[in-house]
């Protein structure tokens, strides 16, 4: 969850509905619908992305290759080596998935939770986690 992204984005919504709607000026009113309109389009493709991933994560399964992981989920948040744990952590060697040598880190904006998926190096997933954070 991006806590400082979520928090600019209500002050922005606030601020441009408080501006387009105390003001007389209709320039100064259009700017504030303005704002509130790119606020609402900029969450919008947020929640869409969270359900993609949400979709998305059910249908990828071990032997999947990288390419169709990317085809139903699209980019990661991050792809790491199998160093790296949650949240860019160092992960011991005692700790790490046998055999995996990357990892895709799906973190959406407004929920405190990651989608994991590790893979081999030819490449094919070797397991998936779902982390969410109480």
């Known amino acids: 969850m ?6 600019i984005l209500a002050v922005l919504l606030l601020g441009g509905v ?5 003001t007389k000026r209709r320039w100064v009113r259009l700017a504030g619908l303005a704002v509130v309109a790119i606020v609402v389009a900029v969450a919008g493709f947020f929640f869409w992305q969270f359900h993609r991933w949400d979709r998305g994560f059910a249908q990828i399964h071990a ?3 990288r390419q169709q992981v990317r085809q139903i989920m699209g980019a990661p948040t991050e792809a790491t ?16 998935v046998k055999g995996c040598t990357k990892q895709y880190w799906y973190y959406p904006f407004f929920t405190p939770e990651c989608w994991w998926i590790a893979f081999d190096a030819q490449g094919q997933v070797l397991t998936t986690f ?5």
Request: positive net charge.
């Open 63 to 65: 032997g999947d290759s």
């Open 81 to 96: 080596d199998a160093m790296i744990g949650i949240y860019g952590s160092k992960r011991r060697v005692a700790n790490r």
């Open 2 to 7: 991006n806590l400082i992204g979520v928090l």
């Open 18 to 22: 408080a501006v387009a709607g105390l």
């Open 130 to 134: 779902h982390y969410i954070s109480p």
